[in-house]
């Protein structure tokens, strides 16, 4: 088949997308205190290109090496940047006394997959090789993200899973309402599709612009987790909530999980739609978002 041709329709569309996420940054609330925030440009094989970064010193227990998560926003894999999630990675920073990296991977349309994939990775390679001068404990390396941020952290563990040349270990993957089939099938996107986020126009949409050859990559496991093999994979948290048309996928993913012997903690949150974590102060998300972000920490402390 055919690759899909990015139009000059589609390139306006993600446009829009751009701009109306940051127009929704002030929905996210106020930012809050860490203990330091370390501006990084994060080397890549091309001796012109950096990827750029933040790391957020958490608070609490200076006197420890800390965990470190690398966090990947999300955005449709089009839109998002380190702005759009600096709430949410502040926040996780300060209740996991963590060090957090937040990147700004490759978008697409103008870098499609395999590139924003390729960012993570080597932010990854960055924090094994560079986080102990930070405080951080390189035993102790987790992967997080939202929304195709989480798509992203789940290839990822399939990768390191699959390269086994790889000196990275990962104790275990954040999934906040990933992305993780290919299709928009489910029962639920059926139910919910066309009146919550992400509707079925957006989702596939995104899955157009995210992937050169759709027909090639919908069986590809590092595009969309979900059609891979999930043994021996790291202890899994997937969260998602009720109003979200992708929770049949990211339920689908966990019972996968299960039945390979990988630790999952899953939780469909009552009430509240996609995005309810990245937007957890919002008065509509702010009895489930701090219940997420409870979980979430207790996830963490209780990893071994």
């Excluded at 002030?26 to 860490?34: I, Q, W, Y």
């Excluded at 992937?211 to 969260?239: M, R, S, T, W």
């Excluded at 998602?240 to 469909?268: M, N, Q």
């Excluded at 009430?271 to 219940?291: L, P, S, W």
Aim: aromatic letters at 10%.
């Amino acid at each position: 088949m055919e690759k899909y041709r990015i139009s000059s329709v589609d390139k306006q569309q993600v446009e829009i997308m751009r701009r109306d996420y940051r127009n929704m940054i002030p929905l996210a609330g106020e930012k809050d205190e860490v203990v330091e925030v370390h501006e990084i440009n994060i080397p890549t094989k091309e001796e012109d290109r950096t990827i750029y970064a933040k790391l957020f010193v958490g608070l609490g227990s200076e006197d420890k090496k800390r965990p470190v998560i690398l966090f990947i926003h999300g955005g449709g894999f089009v839109s998002g940047d380190l702005d759009t999630h600096e709430v949410l990675t502040r926040a996780l920073a300060n209740d996991n006394q963590a060090l957090v990296l937040s990147i700004d991977y490759r978008l697409s349309p103008e870098h499609q997959f395999p590139a924003g994939f390729e960012d993570c990775y080597t932010a990854l390679l960055w924090i094994k090789e560079h986080i102990a001068v930070y405080g951080g404990d390189v035993n102790k390396i987790l992967v997080a993200g939202d929304s195709a941020g989480a798509t992203l952290s789940a290839s990822l563990v399939q990768y390191l899973r699959d390269k086994k040349e790889s000196k990275v270990s990962v104790l275990a993957q954040l999934l906040f309402y990933p992305t993780l089939s290919p299709y928009t099938h489910s029962a639920s996107f059926k139910a919910l599709g066309n009146d919550y986020f992400p509707t079925y126009a957006v989702a596939e949409f995104v899955r157009k612009m995210y992937v050169a050859d759709f027909e090639k990559e919908a069986q590809n496991p590092y595009a969309f987790p979900l059609v891979g093999a999930v043994d021996n994979l790291p202890p899994a948290l997937i969260v998602v909530g009720s109003l979200d048309p992708l929770k049949d996928e990211c339920k689908e993913y966990a019972d996968k999980l299960i039945k390979a012997d990988v630790p999952v903690f899953f939780k469909e949150y009552p009430q509240v739609e996609h995005g309810f974590i990245q937007f957890f102060k919002q008065d509509v998300n702010q009895k489930q978002g701090a219940a997420a972000m409870l979980d979430i920490s207790t996830f963490i402390k209780n990893l071994a």
